[in-house]
């Protein structure tokens, strides 16, 4: 574990609802051992023990989630397409289960609002006490045993080792100097106006340990782009408001030098994406990468942070490309790969820690949100980021006596991820549920894969429950995504996918 222990502590008290504030804090501790730092796991794992002791109190309980031992067995139950919310826990890496009580869902967000680490709004009050260590033991049913060997996390420090080991790669030094200076500036800028998400999660409303905004691209100036995608202005302000986690900002436009960088960019992610492989669900529209958004995230000092997430895929589709900028104070991003529940007995999930420096490009590749998590984690310290402002020319510092006087330093660091919204994936398009809610587009991630991380399925889900005025109450909708029914694509592997329906319906 290599966070700051207090901070972890912090983190994971606030994320436990007030029913379990008395938990001591070495129990917490043991529990963040238990879970490799994982603020979620461990706040997941504290929260299903507790439930699984009430339910043991609770014959009914008991019977149903026997009944329903997970979601694969209440969907061979249950046809429709909704389900119970409040029987239906889905946390992202963790295993879908059936608990009797509900625990919030996490990793629904769209964008930023992950899942650890959050700012709590109001405090919980103590409660009464318990066998706290007792209740924190593991479920028995947790899936990987003691002696599965676990891997410690590896420090990827180069593009070699992060292309070797990962599904992404790394281009350092990407932007011309200047160019990559004078963004940071104009970003700092803008995230003075930026915005914290706020959302419902685990009995309360929290707020994003960062800030981030909304960009949309003006695309009629782009080469090579089907001007006529048809996307409305109300429909980006629909895709920036779920981006947002609810906010209410309207999307902004990209500003000069995020147009410039964004086309260098771009360059760059097409060379790389010709070199891979390509899933049959990826956009086929479009001969080159082209990115139409960007989120844009602002972390503050080194306790600034964004929780284990992969990115929603809602309006991205599947198997998406994403061109991440870093600029400014060098952080840790981490990436752990999600273990399909076949794999769990024989394998645990490696940690990767990527040291992303100023004017870096981190490509997630595909499968990257399909297969993995990721994360820029708190730390206790970090490098201030000390630079020429762009105000202040080579020439006038050569005729100072003193050029490092002349040094601005931030303690900020500034994340751009350059996506690609697709077309057949526009607002107008996602499922509603009975809230009213746009739903959320998910990778089944611990469900079956083949060798490629090519998965079986994806859900529109219900995110209504993280809306602050929900107080976590949803309609529980559920419902597996059929791209060829629901009418998208193109898609690179249309023609193979077309023959597969087909077969299926003759064999049928
Ligand atoms: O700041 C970063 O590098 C990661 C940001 C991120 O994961 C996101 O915006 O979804
Ligand atoms: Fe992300």
Redesign the pocket.
């Known amino acids: 574990m290599e966070n700051d222990t207090e901070t972890l502590l912090v983190m994971l008290s606030s994320l436990l609802p007030e029913s379990h504030q008395y938990i001591d804090q070495g129990s917490l501790l043991e529990t963040l051992l238990d879970c490799e730092g994982n603020v979620e796991e461990a706040a997941k794992l504290i929260s299903q023990s507790t439930s699984r002791a009430a339910g043991q109190a609770s014959s009914s309980t008991k019977n149903k989630r026997k009944r329903h031992s997970g979601l694969d067995g209440w969907l061979k139950q249950q046809p429709s397409t909704t389900s119970p919310p409040s029987k239906r826990v889905n946390s992202g890496d963790m295993s879908t289960r059936t608990l009797g009580v509900k625990v919030p869902a996490q990793d629904h967000r769209e964008?930023?609002s992950p899942s650890t680490s959050l700012k709590v709004k109001g405090s919980g009050k103590p409660n009464s006490t318990g066998n706290a260590l007792a209740r924190l033991k593991p479920p028995s049913t947790s899936a990987t045993p003691e002696t599965t060997p676990q891997l410690p996390p590896l420090t990827l420090g180069t593009p070699e080792m992060v292309a070797n080991h990962t599904t992404c790669t790394l281009h350092p030094r990407v932007l011309p100097p200047e160019l990559a200076i004078k963004l940071f500036e104009t970003m700092l800028t803008e995230a003075e106006n930026w915005d914290r998400n706020r959302f419902w999660l685990f009995e309360r409303a929290v707020e994003s340990p960062h800030k981030n905004s909304f960009y949309v691209r003006d695309m009629s100036a782009v080469a090579g782009y089907d001007q006529d995608d048809g996307i409305s202005d109300l429909e980006w302000k629909e895709a920036a408001h779920y981006w947002t986690q609810f906010g209410a900002a309207d999307p902004i436009p990209f500003p000069k030098l995020m147009e410039e960088a964004c086309r260098l960019l771009e360059d760059v992610v097409n060379v790389e994406m010709r070199k891979r492989k390509q899933f049959d669900l990826e956009w086929g529209g479009n001969r080159r990468w082209i990115a139409n958004v960007a989120?844009a995230?602002c972390y503050e000092g080194a306790k600034e942070n964004?929780g284990f997430h992969s990115?929603g895929l809602t309006y991205l589709g599947p198997y998406p490309t994403i061109a991440?900028l870093?600029l400014g104070v060098s952080r840790l991003?981490r990436l752990r790969e999600v273990i399909p529940k076949s794999e769990e007995a024989t394998r645990k999930p490696r940690s990767f820690n990527v040291p992303?420096a100023h004017n870096s490009l981190l490509i997630m590749h595909p499968p990257t949100q399909e297969v993995s998590k990721?994360a820029?984690i708190p730390q206790t310290v970090i490098d201030t980021f000390r630079y020429r402002p762009s105000s202040c020319s080579p020439s006038t510092s050569l005729l100072n006596d003193d050029p490092e006087s002349q040094l601005e330093s931030s303690n900020c660091r500034i994340?751009i991820?350059f996506r690609f919204f697709r077309p057949d994936f526009r607002p107008l398009t996602i499922p509603r549920c009975k809230c009213g809610e746009a739903t959320i587009l998910r990778p089944d991630m611990r469900g079956k894969r083949d060798k490629d991380g090519r998965l079986d399925r994806y859900w529109w889900a219900c995110q209504a429950g993280k809306k602050i005025e929900n107080e976590g109450k949803d309609c529980g909708m559920w419902k597996e995504m059929n791209a060829m029914a629901e009418g998208r694509g193109p898609f690179v592997g249309d023609s193979a996918m077309r023959e597969d329906s087909t077969r299926n319906a003759n064999t049928n």
């Open positions: 964008h930023t989120a995230n964004v990115d991440s870093s991003f992303l990721h820029i994340n991820t």
